[in-house]
Nanobody
């Protein structure tokens, strides 16, 4: 059974930090590029950060560059999102996403169930 289980969300004050984790199981994690998306109320889901299967390349949305860091541990089958200097506009449900590499493109894309992040004083 494939699972992507996010954790680490919560309520934090502006300027604070959170670290999200996404634990993967049921598929070959190292064959997947991983991403974090978020969706705020009334808005479309947007890509926040992306990391390639071996962790060699990362990309970020302009709105989080310099504040968020994506990383992965292919032994623990987990992807992380370190979020610093949080702003109220970062408030959203954060989703973990796995997309197969080109070599395995016939495999499905996976989504986690989401974790709520609320930035408020």
């Amino acid at each position: 059974q494939v699972q992507l289980v996010e954790s680490g969300g919560g309520l934090v004050q502006p300027g604070g930090s959170l670290r999200l984790s996404c634990a993967a199981s049921g598929f070959t994690f190292s064959s997947y590029h991983m991403s974090w998306y978020r969706q705020a109320p009334g808005k479309e889901r947007e890509l926040v950060a992306y990391i390639t299967s071996a962790g060699g390349t990362t990309t970020y949305a302009d709105s989080v560059k310099g504040r968020f860091t994506i990383s992965r541990d292919n032994v623990k089958n987990t992807v992380y999102l370190q979020m610093n200097s949080l702003k109220p506009e970062d408030t959203a449900v954060y989703y973990c996403n796995g997309k197969p590499t080109a070599l395995y493109r016939s495999r499905p894309t996976y989504w986690g169930q989401g974790t709520q992040v609320t930035v408020s004083s």
